[in-house]
Nanobody, 124 residues
């Protein structure tokens, strides 16, 4: 099993930046890809970004490309999401996810492990 713990969420103003972190523990050797999703109240959980084990390949949802950057530090078993130019529509619970799939999955059901989420609120 793999445990994921997110941190870094909070309340920010429109235009601000925020950096989310996710620390993995347990059978981290089984993880290939790590990603970020978010879920707003009443909405489906949506894909944001993903990164391969070696960091060589990433994928982004079109609506965050150019504003959000995913990165990972395997020595720390961690993945990060740098979010810039935040707007109120970015307010949601942000989830870290890990996949044993070798590739860059962008769909929820290809991820095997999930964190509990961290709340991001953006005021206008």
């Amino acid at each position: 099993q793999v445990q994921l713990v997110e941190s870094g969420g909070g309340l920010v103003q429109a235009g601000d930046s925020l950096r989310l972190s996710c620390a993995a523990s347990g059978r981290t050797d089984s993880i290939h890809t790590m990603g970020w999703f978010r879920q707003a109240p009443g909405e489906e959980r949506e894909f944001l970004a993903t990164i391969t084990r070696d960091g060589a390949d990433t994928r982004y949802a079109y609506f965050v490309k150019g504003r959000f950057t995913i990165s990972r530090d395997n020595a720390k078993n961690s993945v990060y999401l740098q979010m810039n130019s935040l707007n109120p529509e970015d307010g949601a619970v942000y989830f870290c996810a890990a996949s044993r799939y070798v590739g860059v999955p962008t769909v929820r059901n290809m991820y095997d492990f999930w964190g509990q989420g961290t709340q991001v609120t953006v005021s206008s």
